[in-house]
């Protein structure tokens, strides 16, 4: 027996997903608004059909002032000045419509997700995304790292950080999203690439030592995530090491042993197949690295030709 709420609940949850298969965004975070103002902590499915709408609503405008700033540019150098009132207006226009969108999930965080969330898990997931959706704010804001919305999404994010360094794995993949979304906080708007390494860095670190331990699942999500922390830490300008192997190396012999013996690459499970691919078709393995692993794939009858076909450059 459902009641009438649990009804409308799931008939919400329903319509968000059709919205979003038919890419009707606007009308999915109605859907799904409706279902976090209930006063009732969200399933993980419902935390992420409303994670889904918010991003595409707000990211389709980011965009647009992203592309329209960079076209005033254009345009005040090719000397069209009267033209920059125009742009300017309807940069204008966006930021109103990103600022309605930032503050409406942040008071809906404060109001309704943070006070019912009944699980770590859930409390890093919200003060997380109310530390990114103010570093959206943050980002056209003309004070940037001195802004209110700096200072918000700051404050968010060290909550955030605390309650999952003391609460969830090192390799929980919404730990280790909270830390790429930190360190770039860190580097695009605070204007702080040390300290955006150090924190990719020791994310990447951590998760190192026990990434052979998860479940295949867990395993995959955690090293998509670990991949692009590498991404970031190649923008970052890094600090001083102590002479040994690189990240991507250790990375490689933390993930087995028998990585470095292509003899038993046979007997190795799917879940390394799938990441020693993903390893392979990154640009910066060392010359080393990527030998034992182009030996153990070859073994496992992978083609090398294929993976380095598709690699991102």
């Given at each position: 027996f459902h009641t009438m709420e649990e009804d409308t609940r799931a008939a919400d949850v329903y319509l968000a997903k059709?919205?979003?298969?038919?890419?009707?965004?606007?009308?999915?975070?109605?859907?799904m608004k409706r279902v976090a103002m209930l006063g009732t902590p969200l399933s993980c499915e419902e935390r992420?059909?409303?994670?889904?709408?918010?991003?595409?609503?707000?990211?389709?405008?980011?965009?647009?002032?992203?592309?329209?700033?960079?076209?005033?540019?254009?345009?005040e150098g090719n000397g069209n000045a009267w033209h920059i009132p125009l742009i300017d207006a309807y940069i204008a226009k966006l930021e109103q419509e990103l600022t309605a969108i930032c503050k409406d999930i942040s008071q809906l965080l404060d109001d309704h997700l943070i006070p019912?969330?009944?699980?770590?898990?859930?409390?890093?997931?919200?003060?997380?995304?109310?530390?990114?959706?103010?570093?959206?704010?943050?980002?056209?804001?003309?004070?940037?790292?001195?802004?209110?919305?700096?200072?918000?999404?700051?404050?968010?994010?060290?909550?955030?950080?605390?309650?999952a360094s003391s609460d969830l794995e090192p390799t929980?993949?919404?730990?280790?999203?909270?830390?790429?979304?930190?360190?770039?906080?860190?580097?695009?708007?605070?204007?702080?690439?040390?300290?955006?390494?150090?924190?990719?860095?020791?994310?990447?670190?951590?998760?190192?030592?026990?990434?052979?331990?998860?479940?295949e699942d867990s395993y995959k999500d955690a090293t998509l995530i670990m991949q692009l922390l590498r991404d970031g830490l190649k923008l970052f300008p890094e600090e001083e090491e102590e002479p040994g192997e690189p990240l991507l190396d250790r990375l490689v012999?933390?993930?087995?042993?028998?990585?470095?013996?292509?003899?038993?690459?046979?007997?190795?499970?799917?879940?390394?197949?799938a990441v020693a691919e993903s390893l392979f078709s990154g640009p910066d393995l060392s010359a080393t690295a990527r030998s034992k692993i182009e030996a153990?794939?070859?073994?496992?009858?992978?083609t090398v030709d294929r993976i380095t076909s598709t690699a991102v450059p």
């Open positions: 059709l919205c979003e298969q038919a890419e009707r965004f606007d009308e999915m975070l109605t859907a992420n059909l409303l994670s889904v709408a918010y991003k595409n609503v707000g990211n389709s405008r980011r965009a647009s002032w992203r592309i329209l700033s960079s076209f005033k540019t254009k345009e019912h969330a009944d699980n770590a898990e859930s409390r890093v997931f919200y003060h997380k995304m109310k530390g990114d959706y103010y570093r959206y704010l943050a980002e056209f804001d003309p004070k940037r790292g001195q802004s209110e919305a700096a200072e918000n999404a700051h404050n968010a994010y060290k909550e955030a950080t605390a309650i929980h993949p919404i730990r280790l999203g909270l830390a790429l979304n930190y360190s770039v906080f860190h580097y695009e708007i605070l204007c702080a690439p040390e300290r955006a390494h150090e924190i990719s860095k020791q994310a990447f670190d951590d998760a190192i030592v026990v990434l052979d331990t998860l479940s012999e933390a993930i087995s042993s028998r990585w470095y013996d292509p003899g038993d690459w046979a007997a190795t499970s799917d879940r390394d197949a153990g794939l070859t073994a496992m009858g992978v």
